[in-house]
């Protein structure tokens, strides 16, 4: 390789200006991109932390390449200082020192030691003095290991930010259900499991993001599952606290709606005797009982807890007002409902009454005042609706004849 480096033309001393030139720019190149790699957040995250598993194995993997670079890129440096000392000693350099400036520049000048040769480029009788490269080939082995180093780097750094990110927002959920839980006093099982859990997830995204990687991408399920359930936790410590804030208007208005219910209640009794007198066989729903059960719930719930359970008792509290304000709620909506039911049915006798008066003037129009068919129905209808209990279907079906017998004589007179 001597001799033929020997044997070529060398370069004159404009070339070797213009390629010390070139190799400058080319190293200072180099050297910025290897800093910046060094500086990148995933690259800093990467060196930096104690990691474990896969991505203990990427790290060691990532920190020989790194050192594989910068051993390079110091030959290189050598080497071309070594150049540049050498024209700098001469201004104008003769045929040798030109032939030593082209050796240096474009010839195999970089020895690697025997140790810094690749395994895969060695052989079973390898040279002990190691391997020759020129400046270029330098670079071209370089090249490879910064865009893999590179690549990686930022697949770690987009997988760790996401998991980090992520974790993060959990850890903050957790502390705000921690602080309730405190101010609260007492404990709280479900807290304790999940942040137990979240204790765990956080080591491994800490020291193994890799593990919770799939294709590349950060796997978040584990982090989303454990943030709602820390959510739903946190959402209930929160009504214990505004039950507890609160708890005297809460059970004031517990007792507001309850008071209403009984109202109603007794709205629906009434309403039901007065249907069971003025209709006959009437269809009617159960009698509304319920006030006097949540009447009991709520005095159960009226004094305010103590001792060290969960939440301090608020919570395990919070969820009973809560179940109960739900209950009164739907039991006065169906004691409403059921008021409107049994009412209907005296609302429709006066809807009956009220269309009897009106075929009768309708009749009364067409001249069937002295019809005795047409007078008999009607004195039959009226006999139905106005007689208490009043039988609703047979009022109903004479109501539709005595109509009918109305339509009738109209389109007789038509004709």
């Known amino acids: 390789m001597n001799d033929a480096w020997a044997a070529r033309p060398p370069l004159d001393r404009d070339g070797a200006d213009r390629a010390l030139a070139h190799l400058r720019d080319e ?16 690259y800093q995250l990467l060196n930096g932390a104690a990691l474990d598993g896969k991505t203990r194995r990427v790290q060691d993997e990532v920190r020989a390449r790194m050192a594989e670079l910068w051993a390079l890129f110091d030959h290189y440096g050598r080497v071309l200082g070594e150049a540049e000392q050498l024209r700098a000693r001469h201004s104008r350099p003769d045929r040798q020192r030109l032939a030593e400036l082209t050796r240096l520049l474009a010839g195999p000048s970089v020895e690697l030691p025997a140790a810094e040769v690749p395994l895969e480029r060695r052989t079973l009788l390898a040279v002990p003095s190691g391997e020759r490269l020129t400046l270029q080939a330098v670079v071209a082995r370089m090249t490879p290991l910064y865009e893999d180093v590179a690549k990686t780097v930022a697949g770690i750094d987009a997988v760790w930010s996401a998991l980090l990110s992520r974790l993060a927002d959990v850890e903050a959920e957790q502390r705000t259900a921690a602080g309730l839980l405190a101010s609260l006093g007492g404990t709280d099982p479900d807290l304790d499991r999940l942040t137990a859990e979240l204790g765990t997830v956080a080591a491994v995204v800490r020291g193994d993001p890799l593990a919770l990687a799939s294709g590349g991408r950060a796997d978040t399920g584990r982090l989303d599952a454990l943030r709602t359930a820390l959510a739903d936790v946190r959402r209930g410590l929160e009504e214990a606290h505004r039950l507890r804030d609160g708890f005297a208007d809460r059970i004031a208005g517990l007792g507001t709606v309850l008071d209403e219910l009984r109202g109603t209640e007794a709205e629906a009794r009434r309403v039901r005797d007065e249907v069971h007198a003025k209709i006959a066989s009437p269809v009617l729903p159960d009698a509304p009982d319920m006030s006097a059960t949540l009447a009991d719930r709520l005095s159960a719930v009226g004094r305010p807890p103590h001792g060290a359970a969960r939440g301090g008792g608020w919570n395990d509290l919070a969820e009973r007002v809560t179940d109960l304000e739900r209950a009164m709620n739907a039991a006065l909506d169906q004691a ?26 309708k009749a009364a129009r067409l001249g069937g005042s002295e019809d005795a068919e047409l007078t008999a129905i009607y004195e039959r209808a009226r006999e139905l609706l106005w007689t208490s209990p009043c039988d609703l279907r047979e009022a109903t079906a004479t109501l539709a004849g005595y109509q009918q017998a109305i339509t009738s004589r109209a389109k007789g007179a038509e004709r």
């Open 27 to 42: 190293k200072e190149r180099i050297s910025t991109a290897l800093l910046e790699l060094e500086g990148h957040q995933g």
């Open 336 to 361: 409403r409902q059921d008021v409107e039911v049994v009412r209907g049915l005296l609302d429709r006798r006066e809807e009956l009454r009220g269309r009897l008066q009106a075929y009768r003037a």
